[in-house]
Structures are given as structure tokens and as C-alpha cells.
């Protein structure tokens, strides 16, 4: 069965400073997308990045990138330069290559100090 | 940029009532999703559909919950009778398969 798993319920970093939030699946398709959702206080769901299995180039976009290990199935988001506005629920989603279903993992909290 | 559309917002009903959820997904998406959002269970898939076909709809309790695409522009979402164990935020999401899949802003339903 395919799963996401998020162990860091919260997490917390202070302005400015890096903070990486954990992901692994599980998953016996060889071609696949991973993304990671942020969902702030007003509970929109932003997709935040995306990564394609077949690239071995992390994704990035701006100050969020990913580690991307294929062979460990780990996706880990990586924030640098922590501004307020990132504190959110962060979700790290996989969409099934043969079914389309959409797999979420199950969040992270993460709150910016200032 | 392009939206999903989720109407209404909020609902606040009394147990028993019908509830009625609608989506606008955006043109040409053709996957439509509907989670579920509680404090307690975290995001369920209740149902999805492809090409307004139903895929999988074994997360949602089917005693009372129904999931329909009419036509490419309206997915709906109806409860038939309401509990209060129903409150939660409901998302509709819709996108192509593996792109990056589009919320709309969820209706929050409270059923008293």
C-alpha cells in the first residue's frame, strides 16, 4: 500500500534561521511526483514544490527546496531564511502514478519565532 | 490565475438536515478530489473522480454521504441525514493527473 509519513508533529525555528521538515513513503511505482503543501491559519492548500522521481535534481523554489532520496524514499522540505508568514501546516502529498489518488501525509506545525 | 470554486464557505446546519457542497473545479482539470479536514483525523480522501468518472469513493460512509460530477464544471457533495460528527472542513481539489492538484478554500460545515 502506498503511505506518507510526516514524525514531526511540530516543529519550530526561529526567524531567519533554516528549518527541514521530514517526509518518507512508501511506494512500488518507479515514475511518481511528490509535492508539499503548505496550509496556513486561513487553511488554503498552497502547493509549495514539486518533484519528479525520474529528475535527480532537487526541486527548488526560492527559499523552499528539497532533498529528494530516491532509494531511501525521503523527501524532506527544506526553508531557509524563515520569514513569519511560513509558519503553517506543511503536507507532503504523493499521487499515485496508476490510480491518480492523492496521499497525504500527515502534517507538520511549524511555528516561526520571532 | 485559475480556481476552484467551493461554495458555500460555511454551513452551519441542524442534525438531521440535508447538506448540499459544490465545486467548481477549473477548466480542463480532469481529476476532482474531496477530503476531509479534522482536528482529529487529519486529511481523508472521501472521493474522487476521473473524467467525472467516480473512482474510489470507500472513504466516505455511504449511508449518508454522495458524490456526484454532473458535468465537468459541478462536483457536489450532499449529506443525507447530517451528524454532528460530520463538522469538519470540507476541500475540493481538482488537477491533472501527477500535476500539482488545486484546492479550493473548503467549506467549514458545523452541524449542531
Known amino acids: 500500500a502506498q503511505t506518507v509519513t510526516q514524525s514531526q508533529p511540530e516543529m519550530s525555528v526561529q526567524e531567519a534561521e533554516t528549518v527541514t521538515l521530514s517526509c518518507t513513503y512508501d511506494t512500488s511505482e518507479s515514475d511518481y511526483y511528490l509535492f508539499w503543501y503548505k496550509q496556513p491559519p486561513s487553511r488554503q492548500m498552497i502547493l509549495v514544490i514539486r518533484?519528479?522521481?525520474?529528475?535527480?535534481q532537487n526541486a527548488t523554489e526560492n527559499r523552499f527546496s528539497v532533498n529528494f532520496q530516491k532509494a531511501a524514499k525521503s523527501f524532506s522540505l527544506k526553508i531557509s531564511d524563515s520569514q513569519l508568514g511560513d509558519a503553517a501546516m506543511y503536507f507532503c502529498?504523493?499521487?499515485?502514478?496508476?490510480?491518480?489518488?492523492?496521499?497525504f501525509g500527515q502534517g507538520t506545525t511549524l511555528q516561526v519565532k520571532p | 490565475d485559475a480556481r476552484v470554486t467551493q461554495t458555500p464557505r460555511h454551513k452551519v446546519t441542524e442534525m438531521g438536515q440535508e447538506v448540499t457542497m459544490r465545486c467548481q473545479p477549473i477548466?480542463?482539470?480532469?481529476?476532482v478530489f474531496w477530503y476531509r479536514q479534522t482536528m482529529m483525523q487529519g486529511l481523508e480522501l472521501l472521493a474522487y473522480?476521473?473524467?467525472?468518472?467516480?473512482?474510489?469513493d470507500s472513504g466516505m460512509p455511504k449511508d449518508r454521504f454522495s458524490a456526484e460530477m454532473p458535468d465537468a464544471t459541478l462536483a457536489t457533495l450532499k449529506i443525507q441525514p447530517s451528524e454532528p460528527r460530520d463538522s469538519a472542513v470540507y476541500f475540493c481539489?481538482?488537477?491533472?493527473?501527477?500535476?500539482?492538484?488545486?484546492f479550493g478554500s473548503g467549506t467549514r460545515l458545523t452541524v449542531v
Open positions: 477548466l480542463g482539470h480532469n481529476t
Open positions: 502529498a504523493y499521487p499515485s502514478s496508476n490510480t491518480g489518488k492523492l496521499i
Open positions: 518533484q519528479e522521481a525520474y529528475k535527480q
Open positions: 481539489a481538482s488537477g491533472l493527473l501527477l500535476g500539482g492538484y488545486t
Open positions: 473522480f476521473r473524467n467525472r468518472a467516480p473512482l474510489d
